[in-house]
């Protein structure tokens, strides 16, 4: 079958490439091995035998069927770190896919408007979590030396427990106060002003994240008004939340957008342009082959490759059963 989001589009580059497939496969080399074929078991028995790292997202139970789970090749291989992805911590055969999981770990309970549907991240925010907590934990291990036992060398990260981890502070909140969390839309359950604002021409986003920058903010507004006690600190404006809005509001609307990002950025107040994403991406030098750079500076070293590509390279290396 091969990794079906290679099907998920459009769109699709010249190729029949779809763009998902695109964003997250560069580097990789491509090998077609079926797990019920002996012969090519016994290729992907070699290969592991090879490895530092191995990492698998099969449902619980399709590679113990097969002989084998990690419990049984970890004791053979000494050194080899072994990851497994699943949904789920525990031993259900339920898919494991980004939206269901937001939708069971509180996300989209959090995501939307006020008063709104629940909504899910339009990137899968869920997915990327748990591949880079896959990615640490496997650091983690490497570093360690990796004389540990085998069941010290099987990982398990899970997208349910990844998620529920990247609730953080919308967590905390819930368990200090012992209340449920609502939806804010483009505002912030703990801080005031910290959403968009409409200027004269369009929006953009003032972030203020202590009172030292409420103060600037203050001044860039020209609103002496504004620094009157009660909203001198940070709980004084979320507890009087809507009239701090709304006063600030007033005054964003008198400017263009240009003019205050220009003064906020001066003055030392967090602020943004909401921009598109070809925007954001025309000066990060982003390919519609490989992708957008390594943000911290990883090397490009082959684009994602064709289903299979690399088969008849790696059995020609002498990978897998030699003829009889």
Request: with cysteine; charged share 20%.
């Amino acid at each position: 079958m091969g990794d079906d989001t290679r099907g998920w589009g459009p769109p699709f580059d010249r190729r029949g490439e779809s763009a998902y497939f695109l964003s997250v496969n560069r580097n990789k080399r491509s090998l077609e091995a079926d797990i019920d074929d002996p012969s090519d078991r016994r290729l992907i028995h070699e290969l592991i035998g090879a490895a530092d790292v191995v990492v698998d997202n099969f449902l619980p139970g399709t590679l113990d069927r097969r002989g084998m789970a990690p419990a049984l090749l970890l004791p053979r291989h000494d050194r080899l770190i072994w990851c497994t992805i699943q949904g789920y911590a525990d031993d259900s055969r339920r898919p494991g896919y980004d939206f269901a999981v937001q939708a069971e770990s509180g996300w989209m309970s959090v995501t939307g408007e006020p008063g709104g549907a629940p909504m899910k991240t339009a990137v899968a925010l869920v997915d990327v979590l748990t591949g880079k907590d896959a990615a640490i934990t496997i650091l983690a291990a490497l570093a360690g030396g990796r004389a540990l036992p085998p069941a010290a060398r099987h990982l398990v990260v899970t997208l349910f427990g990844s998620a529920v981890a990247g609730l953080v502070n919308v967590a905390q909140n819930a368990l200090v106060s012992g209340a449920e969390p609502r939806r804010w839309g483009n505002a912030h359950a703990n801080l005031v002003p910290y959403q968009v604002f409409e200027a004269s021409d369009r929006p953009i986003v003032i972030a203020v994240g202590n009172d030292g920058q409420w103060r600037a903010l203050c001044d860039v507004l020209a609103e002496g008004a504004l620094l009157h006690a009660p909203w001198a600190t940070n709980a004084g404006r979320v507890s009087d939340r809507e009239a701090c809005v709304s006063a600030i509001a007033i005054q964003v609307r008198r400017r263009s957008a240009t003019d205050w990002m220009s003064a906020l950025k001066e003055a030392g107040v967090p602020a943004g342009e909401i921009r598109t994403v070809p925007d954001a991406l025309r000066d990060v030098g982003a390919s519609p082959l490989t992708g957008v750079p390594s943000s911290v500076g990883g090397m490009i070293r082959r684009p994602p490759p064709r289903r299979g590509e690399h088969t008849t390279a790696i059995r020609a290396d002498g990978w897998g059963p030699r003829p009889q």
